[in-house]
Each structure stands twice: as structure tokens, then as C-alpha cells.
């Protein structure tokens, strides 16, 4: 077994099916998980992958033999598992998605009551009893039991937080492309109760994924071709798991994801509330344009939804997210959701009667590049300091890896959540310049 075929964090398991990632180490998680919060209702929701149903069973079997009773709710986003948890005042959730990794990947995150992700010190608890195997078993299992409308507890949210008038009014002409994923059974029906006009690629699940998951320019080439040939007002495209988004302009050219996130931000402070902002450090310095521009704080956590909607509550902020077409909105809920990101695009097209284009040129221009490095960790801690040492002069902050930022930019080099590798980030106003920073940083590793 490779290192990269397995990764167990305090953000779940994670790895390759039939390799790394097995039944008996799935049985053994969800018993551990379980005994961690006790007992009771867990609502357990999937992806597409072909995988999923033998993930479950594992995942069911462990669940019952520590006394919890799982709640099937099928395929479901993984922002309308969460949604449903806190609505149904749940003990918990395991959700069974690798999210933007290959279709040969599963993993199940971990949810805790409230519908949000768990703290790193009760992950870390967890993964405690996981390693050493003391699990709560019980001699009468917990029983097992279906809810096929899961879906419908996060729609009317956002069916009640949307200016649905608005957006009925001044239908757009929408592609979507789901990535045949967990989005693939509710969004052509989700934008059409907005009153939109709906194209849906990639709309048929159940074997391998259509292209790679993760909502990336790369990605999202048929996107952009189906766009230009129905002559859309724009294209959206989720990951596997929906809680990411991206968007594709009005000629076919995707915007980056960063911009989905700013112009969400920037619509809502204008339209929706005013409000402090939070986001992660490896998200573009454009945030901070738009909040100087409103006359709004912004916060900066370490990477990861958890720590967002921490500083979210923390702060009193009523929008955040990740500069991964992660936008968080705690009208519906303090995690990232792809169904109200796109509500907020289209309210913002739709309010102005601009382009997608025009809004997004509008904004400041920045050049973010982004690269990994397989490490190990006593690997990523001297490298780290190395780094840290080769930029003198900048504003340091180590709270996750080392991030430095410079007039003309910034950069963030930290240790992957969910990979054995240091993520590299840098963002400058020209690509040249981003380009040479990236190069001395790889130099040094």
C-alpha cells in the first residue's frame, strides 16, 4: 500500500478503494465515531460513486454496533446533509464523499450536532479512539431507517432566503454542469423553482465521473462549450460532493473560483446585509478589496470550513468562505454550499442587469498560481522554516504553515489536510511576478 492510497486526519478517512481504504478500516471509523458522540440518530448521505453503497454498509454495520441508529438519506450534497442534521437536531452525520478527488476515492467526513464539521480538538479525540480500538459496542444494535426528502429541508431555506420575485422576473438562461455527483439529482429542479432556464450536462450518475471533480478551469471545457452553443447567460459548475462552485461567463470564459466567492461577498454586503467577512488565509487579497470597499472587517482563518465557520460565529459574520468556489452564508447555514452561491450569482446578475463579464471586470485583477509537493511531516516542518527564512521583510503569519504578504503579493505554503503534500499558493498583481515567486519557492523545496 502507497502512502498516497490512505490518509486518516482530523478531517476523516480518505483513500482508494480496494487499496488503502477497506471495509474493516471503514467498520472500525464509524464504530469510533459512534462511541464518540454517544449514540443516537446519524443521518449518513453519499456521492455518486460506484463505491458508495459498499461504503455504507461498512458504515451502517459500525454505526449499529455501538448503539447508533443511521438515517439513509441516499444521494444528498453534502451542504443539505448538513442542513438536514442541525434542522433535525441529529447527534451526528458521516458523509460518504471523497469530494473533488478521482472517482476511485471515497471518504467519509465527519459531521457533528449542529450540522458542522468537527472541531479539530474532537476530531482529534476521535481519532483517539479510533488508534486505540476502545469502542463502545452494545449487545442491542441500533436500528436503520430512510428519509428519501432530505433535500427538500434545504430548499425551502433557500427558497425562503432567495428573492424569488426578483429572479422570476428576470429569467437567465443557466448550464449546469454537476459532474454527474451528488448536485446531479436537484439542481435542474432547484434553479427552475428560481424561475431560471435550465441546461444540465453531466446530469446522469451512478459510474465514472464525466470529467475530473474538482471545479477547476481545466474542468470545465464542455462547460464552457455548452454555454457558447445554448448562448447562456452564464455556466455553473459543483464538485462531486456540491459544496464548491464555479463559474463560466457569458462567452464561455470561467471566472475562478476566487470570483465566485468575491462576487458572491460583494453582492451580499451590497443587497443582503452588512457584515463582517471571514475567510481563509489562501483566499485571494480581492476579499480584501471588496470589504474595504463596503467599510466591512475581515477575518482570516487557517484553511478549512471548520475553522471559517468558527471565526464566522466568533465575529458575527454573516457571509465567509473559501477561496475554492466555497461560499458560506449563515442566513441557510455556516458551510459551503454551492446551491446558495449560485443564488447569489444570479441575484447579482439578475438585480443589475450586467453580464457576468462586467462584474467580475470590475473587480481587481490578481494572478493566484497554486502547486504541491509530495512531503512527509517532519519533511514539511523544516521546509517551512526554510521558506519563512528565505522571505525576509514581509508580514509573517504562521498560523497555518507560513503565510507572507508583501506589497505587489503574497504568498501561503502550508501542510495539506487532506493529502501527504505542502500546498503552495501565491497571488501578485502580474503574472510574472507570481510565476518568480512560485519558481524560488519550489527552489527551495
Known amino acids: 500500500m502507497r502512502i498516497t492510497d490512505l490518509k486518516i486526519s482530523i478531517s476523516g478517512i480518505r483513500g482508494i478503494v480496494g487499496s488503502g481504504l477497506t471495509p474493516q478500516l471503514l467498520i472500525k471509523f464509524a464504530e469510533a465515531f459512534a462511541t464518540f458522540i454517544g449514540g443516537g440518530r446519524v443521518a449518513v448521505a453519499s456521492d455518486t460513486r460506484p463505491t458508495a453503497e459498499m461504503v455504507k454498509a461498512a458504515v451502517f454495520s459500525g454505526l449499529l454496533s455501538c448503539g447508533a441508529s ?3 438519506l441516499g444521494i444528498l450534497p453534502i451542504p443539505s446533509l448538513q442542513v438536514y442534521t442541525r434542522e433535525g437536531g441529529l447527534e451526528g452525520a458521516l458523509a460518504v464523499t471523497a469530494s473533488h478527488n478521482p472517482v476511485e476515492w471515497n471518504a467519509l467526513k465527519l459531521i457533528r450536532e449542529g450540522g ?11 481519532l483517539d479512539l479510533y488508534y486505540q480500538g476502545r469502542f463502545e459496542r452494545v449487545a442491542h444494535p441500533g436500528h436503520l431507517e430512510k428519509d428519501e426528502g432530505a433535500f427538500e429541508v434545504h430548499l425551502r431555506k433557500i427558497l425562503a432566503f432567495a428573492d424569488c420575485e426578483l429572479l422570476r422576473s428576470r429569467p437567465l438562461r443557466v448550464v449546469v454542469d454537476p459532474c454527474a455527483g451528488a448536485a446531479a439529482p436537484y439542481i435542474r429542479r432547484f434553479l427552475q423553482e428560481l424561475g431560471q432556464e435550465v441546461e444540465v450536462i453531466h446530469e446522469d450518475f451512478g459510474q465514472e465521473f464525466p470529467r475530473n471533480p474538482e471545479p477547476v478551469a481545466a474542468n470545465l471545457g464542455a462547460l464552457s462549450e455548452a454555454v457558447r452553443r445554448w448562448g447562456a447567460d452564464l455556466g455553473l459548475a459543483q464538485d462531486a460532493d456540491a459544496d464548491r462552485l464555479a463559474a463560466v461567463d457569458e462567452t464561455g470564459t470561467p471566472i475562478g473560483e476566487e470570483y465566485t466567492l468575491a462576487l458572491a461577498i460583494e453582492y451580499y454586503l451590497k443587497r443582503k446585509r452588512r457584515s463582517p467577512v471571514v475567510v481563509n488565509l489562501s483566499t485571494s487579497r480581492v476579499i480584501e478589496d471588496i470589504t474595504r470597499q463596503a467599510g466591512v472587517p475581515l477575518w482570516r482563518t487557517k484553511v478549512g470550513e471548520i475553522n471559517v465557520a468558527q471565526e464566522m460565529v466568533k465575529r458575527q459574520a454573516w457571509i465567509g468562505g473559501e477561496g475554492n468556489g466555497g461560499v458560506m452564508v449563515a442566513d441557510i447555514h455556516r458551510c459551503r454550499d454551492s446551491f446558495t452561491g449560485a ?10 442587469g450586467e453580464r457576468l463579464s462586467t462584474l467580475k471586470n470590475r473587480l481587481p485583477a490578481y494572478v493566484m498560481l497554486k502547486d504541491k509537493v509530495p512531503t512527509t511531516i517532519k519533511e514539511s516542518r523544516v521546509i517551512l522554516r526554510q521558506v519563512e527564512q528565505a522571505f525576509p521583510g514581509g508580514r509573517l503569519d504562521l498560523t497555518d504553515g507560513v503565510r507572507m504578504e508583501f506589497a505587489d503579493f503574497w504568498f501561503h505554503v502550508r501542510p495539506s489536510n487532506t493529502e501527504p503534500v505542502l500546498r503552495l499558493l501565491v ?3 502580474e503574472a510574472g511576478l507570481a510565476e518568480e515567486v512560485l519558481t524560488r519557492i519550489k527552489e527551495i523545496l
Not at 443564488?343 to 443589475?352: G, H, R, S, W
Request: net charge negative.
Open 70 to 72: 443511521p438515517i439513509d
Open 116 to 126: 458542522h464539521f468537527l472541531y479539530p480538538l474532537e476530531a482529534e479525540e476521535l
Open 343 to 352: 443564488v447569489l450569482l444570479l441575484e447579482y446578475l439578475a438585480f443589475t
Open 427 to 429: 497571488e501578485a498583481r
